[in-house]
């Protein structure tokens, strides 16, 4: 690199996070894995230098252009620290020599915390992973390969993979401005971000998934729905419609090696003015829905929205400090404006065999944002799933609605949180 700086263009969705950022949006989603042992700081510390060596693209810091953010590279090295606060609380990565991501132990845990503005679900786990092995390697002496990694996988580990698979000549899908239903429910103070895991077993999720004949994406979102049409039923006089924010993961459609951002997001809805619906016709609908949209040609769409939103020539002449004002009321009009809540599955984690015996559990946080105060996502490592709802109220009537139906379909669930009191 000599003395030039690397800078990179942040992707569509990291321009949109990036100037949503708030105390109470931070945009943070949360990765961990505990081992079997407690962390030794030290090598973990070393463990994050290592994996910077090989993943350069994280060793940047945001900068603010005149129109957009921008990531810069630094010589700088971020610091793990020992966790004391709430998760994905109150980063500021605009603040000078701060990183879009952090690093965490607790006791045997390690936790990477990162801005959605830098990277995905999947570019985060890939992370973690690296993390981790490097972590193994120094502190328990299990073996890794050194791999030469090229200028050309670099290049293809930090492309731009909604401009790659761009096509202009396919029309957007209409976007759907309505109203829907939006949980009554109180924000607690700033800082505070309450966590409940539900521990539920892949294999009695199967099953039951298989009986509907659906996958169980499907299926836990299909529960999910019944249980927020229930608390509308409690709480709302006019009946709206219930929708979810569901990300899809793009890679698993069109081949991509990035680890920046590469999802767009579905909306399955359930329109509860319609009547009362039974458990069957929710999962029925939806099954529909997500085999309607979950197609190459229909996701092209959503790519095209995607870019589109960031080619507008009202946006890009915009000013960037103007931009932070106006998108976070743009974001919660188009964007979280639209959805009663979100839920993200980030499928099946695997490591190598020989690090799986000293990795107890994998886990996932979804990041805090006013316009849905409740989301959930969902993880799995080795026979577990783990649900984990991230909630910026201290109501608790949402978890406690969803792991009772469980706990009705038959599935048995472990439910742990953050919280003291509880």
């Not at 463990?47 to 010589?75: C, D, I, N, S």
Request: with cysteine.
């Amino acid at each position: 690199m000599g003395n030039e700086k690397s800078w990179y263009k942040l992707d569509n969705a990291g321009k949109l996070y990036s100037s949503i950022i708030s105390s109470r949006a931070t945009t943070l989603f949360r990765l961990s894995a505990t081992l079997t042992t407690q962390i030794d700081p030290t090598y973990l510390q070393r463990a994050l230098e290592l994996t910077l060596e090989r993943y350069p693209f994280f060793k940047v810091q945001l900068k603010q252009g005149f129109f957009w953010y921008y990531f810069e590279g630094t010589e700088q090295m971020p610091k793990v620290e020992k966790e004391m606060y709430y998760p994905c609380i109150s980063l500021s990565i605009k603040k000078r020599g701060s990183f879009p991501y952090r690093v965490y132990y607790y006791n045997n845990r390690i936790a990477l915390e990162l801005s959605h503005s830098m990277t995905d679900g999947t570019g985060g786990l890939q992370f973690l992973n690296e993390l981790v092995k490097q972590y193994l390697h120094l502190q328990e002496s299990i073996p890794i390969e050194v791999e030469n990694i090229s200028n050309e996988q670099l290049q293809m580990e930090t492309e731009n993979a909604f401009r790659k698979y761009y096509d202009k000549k396919i029309p957007a899908p209409r976007t759907r401005v309505g109203s829907s239903y939006k949980l009554p429910l109180e924000l607690d103070k700033k800082g505070y971000y309450h966590i409940v895991t539900g521990i539920v077993s892949v294999e009695a999720l199967k099953q039951k998934a298989k009986e509907y004949n659906v996958s169980i994406t499907v299926f836990l979102t299909a529960v999910y729905i019944q249980c927020l049409l229930k608390i509308q039923e409690k709480t709302s006089r006019r009946k709206k419609p219930i929708v979810i924010n569901v990300p899809v993961n793009m890679r698993a459609f069109f081949p991509s090696d990035t680890m920046r951002n590469f999802f767009v997001s579905i909306t399955p809805s359930i329109d509860a003015r319609l009547g009362e619906y039974d458990f069957e016709e929710i999962i029925q609908e939806l099954n529909i829905e997500f085999s309607r949209l979950l197609t190459p040609k229909k996701l092209k769409q959503y790519i095209k929205r995607s870019v589109i939103s960031e080619k507008s020539l009202a946006l890009r002449l915009m000013p960037s400090p103007i931009k932070d004002i106006v998108a976070p009321s743009i974001y919660s009009f188009f964007g979280e404006g639209q959805y009663t809540s979100g839920l993200s599955n980030l499928g099946i984690v695997q490591v190598p065999s020989e690090m799986e015996e000293f990795i107890e559990r994998i886990e996932c946080y979804p990041p805090p944002s006013i316009g849905n105060k409740v989301k959930v996502i969902l993880i799995s490592y080795k026979q577990h799933m783990y649900i984990s709802f991230g909630n910026l109220s201290r109501d608790r009537v949402v978890e406690r609605e969803f792991f009772r139906s469980l706990r009705q379909h038959g599935i048995e669930v472990t439910v742990e949180t953050n919280d003291e009191e509880n």
